[in-house]
């Protein structure tokens, strides 16, 4: 139980193109999704909280009208990288937050790793 | 949510018991321990999480001293394949996760 699934698990676009990321709890029902970024050797970092129904809440430092988060449904949250720049590069994981009980831990998706021409 | 200091590397011996700690000196009366690990290019993988008592699931258990201000996790027969980074993350329930370096355990034959 509590599979994320995240697709595509790859992509490369062009310069200025934007690239959606789409996360699915599979066999749970998913509140809160979680968005987060890692570049190379270095840990994951917070981009935005994901609340269904409602706005995301992004951390400091990251722009809303550029990572555009979408949570329509209770297993579906999308992020879009509006265009998207080489400095953009990085890989992506979702999270979701398993609905049994408060304390229930966060489970990942495996990433996309977003490649900028 | 409180800060964890852990090694930044760690080597273990394939088939023996690989102990991992993690200071969190500041952790609150109602924030979990949560331990992750991330094998490269991947999604971090959740092992086990507590908030005061010991416990233990098929992959690992979790030690977390009385005073909670720090915690092991022990995988209790190493193989290659947890060659990963192991993190340890302390947070109240349902809040979001605030991930450090965490420890990069290499396991060797």
């Known amino acids: 139980g509590a599979v994320v699934s995240q697709h595509p698990s790859w992509v490369i676009c062009k310069s200025g193109t934007s690239v959606k990321i789409e996360c699915r709890s599979l066999?749970?029902?998913?509140?809160?999704m979680f968005w987060y970024r890692q570049f190379p050797k270095q840990s994951l970092m917070l981009m935005a909280t994901?609340?269904?129904?409602?706005?995301?809440?992004?951390e400091q430092g990251v722009e809303k009208d550029k990572f555009l988060i979408n949570h329509a449904s209770l297993t579906l949250s999308t992020l879009t990288v509006t265009s998207a720049h080489p400095e953009d590069s990085s890989f992506y994981i979702c999270?979701?937050?398993?609905?049994?009980?408060?304390?229930?831990?966060?489970?990942f998706g495996d990433g996309t790793r977003l490649s900028i021409l | 949510d409180a800060k964890t200091t852990q090694p930044p590397s760690m080597d273990c011996a394939e088939g023996r018991a690989a102990n991992l700690p993690c200071n969190h000196s500041?952790?609150?009366?109602?924030?979990?321990v949560y331990w992750y690990r991330q094998i490269h290019s991947q999604g971090p993988q959740y092992i086990i999480h507590?908030?005061?008592n010991n416990e233990t699931n098929e992959m690992a258990s979790l030690i977390i001293t009385e005073d909670r201000k720090s915690s092991t996790l022990i995988l209790p027969h190493a193989t290659l394949r947890d060659t990963a980074v192991y993190y340890c993350?302390?947070?109240?329930?349902?809040?979001?996760?605030?991930f450090g370096g965490g420890t990069r355990v290499l396991v060797k034959p």
């Open positions: 999270s979701a937050r398993g609905d049994r009980g408060p304390d229930q831990p966060q489970h």
């Open positions: 066999d749970f029902q998913a509140t809160t």
């Open positions: 994901s609340n269904e129904g409602s706005k995301a809440t992004y």
């Open positions: 500041t952790i609150s009366g109602n924030e979990y």
């Open positions: 507590g908030l005061k």
């Open positions: 993350i302390v947070g109240a329930a349902g809040n979001k996760l605030t």
